[in-house]
């Protein structure tokens, strides 16, 4: 596997810090994605959610990173009233705002997690071609999702988004 936007000789590297912390936001240090660079496709998890975002720009002296949404992949358990069948339900989040982030939330993403997504985005019917009513109640329901997402990391964390 390779690691997306990452160069083949630092890969074993980046993927030997992810063992090492884990993916648990709250136990990962600032290190495990100060590598970080500008279009590197890094990944949130939490709960079954998985975001995958742009890099923008890494802000080390604040420990956050500026990213650009791409696509939301939710998990969804059958107790959730706005997704009531049990599954696996992925949202496109380009008309999405940027984010802000904490650091220690991302991951590098992996070429076989971010490849299909690439795929579909590329192959599907661009946005002008479609009816604006279909385009605007996608983009309505990823937007809530992404802000749901990000409510859960903010309650489940709150000293990550603690004033400096």
């Not at 596997?1 to 000789?9: A, E, K, Q």
């Not at 791409?70 to 959730?80: M, V």
């Not at 992925?90 to 997504?117: G, H, I, K, T």
């Amino acid at each position: 596997m390779f690691l997306i936007g990452i160069p083949p000789s630092r890969e074993f590297y980046l993927r030997d810090r992810l063992t090492v912390c884990d993916r648990n936001p709250a136990t990962m240090t600032d290190q495990s994605s100060s590598h970080a660079t500008s279009y590197e496709i890094v990944c949130l998890e939490h709960q079954g959610s998985y975001l995958y975002a742009e890099v923008i720009q890494t802000i080390e002296t604040r420990q956050r990173s500026w990213v650009r949404p791409l696509f939301l992949q939710l998990t969804t358990q059958s107790s959730e009233p706005a997704y009531p069948a049990q599954g696996l339900f992925s949202f496109r989040l380009q008309n999405c705002a940027d984010l802000v982030w904490p650091s220690q939330f991302f991951r590098p993403a992996m070429d076989d997690e971010v490849l299909p997504f690439l795929l579909q985005m590329h192959t599907e019917k661009p946005q002008d071609q479609e009816d604006p009513k279909v385009v605007s109640e996608r983009d309505r329901k990823a937007h809530q999702a992404l802000r749901q997402m990000i409510q859960q990391v903010w309650q489940a964390f709150p000293d990550a988004f603690a004033s400096e």
